[in-house]
């Protein structure tokens, strides 16, 4: 195949077909054996490979650049492309998989299409790709392959993403564009996986137009900052609101220049969302949270039936700061008959210090049947304006918080809604607030019942 690849194509495959040398080979089979798994790994270094970065930068293209060449060389392989919905699977990756087979006539010409199933199989190898998507649930638990591909991972939660990779025999690859942190991040921890950054400046083939677009956001001139990593450094200290590069003149006067785009389009870095509600919250561990011994616990509870029960341990430490511990996070069903013994199951030192539950007004039956279970339990403070007035009161203090992934998912995209001029409404989006609304009912409770001075 006599591809029209991009430096991102290259490091893509470079890194997918990276080979253990014998050495490495056998320290990993040593390590396979005292972990208890039966067989021999794979000669390659990673069963994994994330391709993240700005926009255009090609991470897609390159990836099912790839999986063609994998479907031309190999014999009888499945490869199942996952997208949030079958919809957008479709109608974005299938559409790019067919103009790279456009310009690949000699490979197009053995290609069986079968369109009500969105798949596609090269005759003379007999290797299959699927397009899918993981809103049928059906299709993603009954679904093995040998290969899997995640477009846009930031879509898929951590629980879909394991039921399919572990009906993946054999590597795994990913793409996304770091508008947030997430659970995937705590993978660059695994040996046998691998992230690639790109931007649209690897990519040869990004359209003129879409380059001057793309550069119209940055803020600050030109060649004053330097990246390392994932920061941004200027005179050799990381960016802050005291250090600041000179900004970009011409960009500034156009009221083009825009850090978040910058950052996350162009340069394909994370950055906070500018109608993100939350900001600056302290991340520590259990150990300090625990250390925290001079302190009442109290208990903040969101009830969920469908979507998470979250119930949180909070501490004040009587100086402007509080601490949190996320404790509880699954739903669960007939909440009100079993709430009582779902909650000492899970966590019995909650009724053995007799502490303060504090949860959703709206919810009053399950407040009762704690009550009526021996907790001491009481509704949140409610009314028109609360939500806003909690969120502005907990803005005012110190959190220092044991983020788990749940509750670093929710942190991160927690926002206020947008008209379509890109103006924040003052409205917090409804979606994924279970952990966070558990800890604005006891904190704002606390506000008034500790008489804390805002």
Same mark, same amino acid.
């Given at each position: 195949?006599?591809?029209? &690849? +991009?430096? =991102?194509?290259?490091? $893509?495959?470079?890194?997918?077909?990276?080979?253990? /040398? *014998?050495?490495?080979?056998?320290?990993?089979?040593?390590?396979?054996?005292?972990?208890?798994?039966?067989?021999?790994?794979?000669?390659?270094?990673?069963?994994?490979?994330?391709?993240?970065?700005?926009?255009?930068?090609?991470?897609?293209?390159?990836?099912?650049?790839?999986?063609?060449?994998?479907?031309?060389?190999?014999?009888?392989?499945?490869?199942?492309?996952?997208?949030?919905?079958?919809?957008?699977?479709?109608?974005?990756?299938?559409?790019?998989?067919?103009?790279?087979?456009?310009?690949?006539?000699?490979?197009?010409?053995?290609?069986?299409?079968?369109?009500?199933? &969105? +798949?596609? =199989?090269?005759?003379? $190898?007999?290797?299959?790709?699927?397009?899918?998507? /993981? *809103?049928?649930?059906?299709?993603?638990?009954?679904?093995?392959?040998?290969?899997?591909?995640?477009?846009?991972?930031?879509?898929?939660?951590?629980?879909?993403?394991?039921?399919?990779?572990?009906r993946t025999s054999e590597r795994i690859l990913c793409d996304y564009n770091p508008s947030k942190s997430f659970w995937l991040e705590s993978?660059?921890?695994?040996?046998?996986?691998?992230?690639?950054?790109?931007?649209?400046?690897?990519?040869?083939?990004?359209?003129?137009?879409?380059?001057?677009?793309?550069?119209?956001?940055?803020?600050?001139?030109?060649?004053?900052?330097?990246?390392?990593?994932?920061?941004?450094?200027?005179?050799?200290?990381?960016?802050?609101?005291?250090?600041?590069?000179?900004?970009?003149?011409?960009?500034?006067?156009?009221?083009?220049?825009?850090?978040?785009?910058?950052?996350?389009?162009?340069?394909?870095?994370?950055?906070?969302?500018?109608?993100?509600?939350?900001?600056?919250?302290?991340?520590?561990?259990?150990?300090?949270?625990?250390?925290?011994?001079?302190?009442?616990?109290?208990?903040?509870?969101?009830?969920?039936?469908?979507?998470p029960t979250a119930a949180v341990e909070v501490k004040y430490n009587g100086d402007g700061a509080f601490f949190v511990k996320p404790r509880?996070?699954?739903?669960?069903?007939?909440?009100?008959?079993?709430?009582?013994?779902?909650?000492?199951?899970?966590?019995?030192?909650?009724?053995?210090?007799?502490?303060?539950?504090?949860?959703?007004?709206?919810?009053?039956?399950?407040?009762?049947?704690?009550?009526?279970?021996?907790?001491?339990?009481?509704?949140?403070?409610?009314?028109?304006?609360?939500?806003?007035?909690?969120?502005?009161?907990?803005?005012?203090?110190?959190?220092?918080?044991?983020?788990?992934?749940?509750?670093?998912?929710?942190?991160?995209?927690?926002?206020?809604?947008?008209?379509?001029?890109?103006?924040?409404?003052?409205?917090?989006?409804?979606?994924?607030?279970?952990?966070?609304?558990?800890?604005?009912?006891?904190?704002?409770?606390?506000?008034?019942?500790?008489?804390?001075?805002?």
């Amino acid at each position: 195949m006599n591809l029209q &690849a +991009t430096e =991102t194509f290259d490091r $893509t495959w470079i890194e997918y077909h990276d080979q253990l /040398s *014998d050495e490495e080979w056998s320290k990993r089979c040593e390590d396979y054996q005292k972990n208890g798994i039966i067989g021999l790994p794979s000669t390659f270094r990673y069963n994994q490979v994330v391709s993240m970065g700005g926009s255009r930068s090609s991470k897609t293209y390159s990836i099912l650049q790839l999986l063609l060449t994998e479907m031309v060389t190999r014999n009888d392989i499945k490869i199942t492309v996952w997208r949030a919905t079958k919809t957008e699977c479709r109608a974005n990756v299938m559409d790019n998989f067919l103009t790279i087979l456009r310009s690949h006539p000699e490979i197009n010409n053995f290609m069986v299409e079968n369109k009500q199933k &969105a +798949t596609f =199989t090269y005759s003379l $190898t007999g290797s299959k790709i699927i397009f899918e998507g /993981s *809103d049928d649930v059906g299709k993603v638990l009954g679904s093995t392959q040998h290969i899997s591909f995640f477009n846009e991972i930031t879509e898929f939660s951590h629980a879909v993403y394991l039921q399919i990779a572990q009906r993946t025999s054999e590597r795994i690859l990913c793409d996304y564009n770091p508008s947030k942190s997430f659970w995937l991040e705590s993978y660059r921890f695994d040996e046998e996986s691998t992230f690639i950054h790109s931007d649209f400046r690897n990519n040869i083939y990004c359209p003129v137009p879409i380059q001057k677009r793309l550069l119209s956001y940055e803020p600050w001139e030109r060649g004053s900052y330097e990246i390392r990593g994932a920061e941004i450094f200027y005179r050799n200290q990381p960016l802050s609101n005291s250090n600041q590069p000179p900004p970009h003149i011409e960009n500034v006067k156009k009221n083009t220049a825009n850090e978040y785009m910058w950052l996350v389009y162009g340069l394909g870095l994370g950055a906070e969302k500018p109608n993100k509600i939350y900001k600056g919250w302290h991340s520590i561990e259990e150990e300090e949270f625990d250390a925290q011994t001079g302190f009442t616990s109290y208990f903040g509870i969101d009830f969920g039936t469908s979507v998470p029960t979250a119930a949180v341990e909070v501490k004040y430490n009587g100086d402007g700061a509080f601490f949190v511990k996320p404790r509880l996070y699954q739903p669960m069903q007939d909440i009100e008959d079993n709430i009582g013994t779902w909650l000492n199951m899970e966590c019995p030192d909650i009724k053995k210090l007799g502490a303060l539950i504090v949860g959703d007004s709206a919810k009053l039956a399950y407040i009762e049947a704690l009550t009526n279970a021996g907790y001491w339990a009481d509704s949140a403070i409610k009314g028109s304006g609360s939500v806003d007035l909690g969120i502005s009161s907990m803005q005012k203090f110190q959190m220092y918080v044991v983020f788990n992934e749940d509750l670093k998912s929710e942190y991160d995209e927690y926002s206020w809604e947008v008209d379509k001029n890109d103006v924040s409404r003052d409205v917090p989006l409804k979606k994924n607030d279970h952990y966070l609304d558990a800890i604005r009912y006891i904190v704002t409770y606390l506000i008034d019942y500790l008489q804390i001075p805002l």
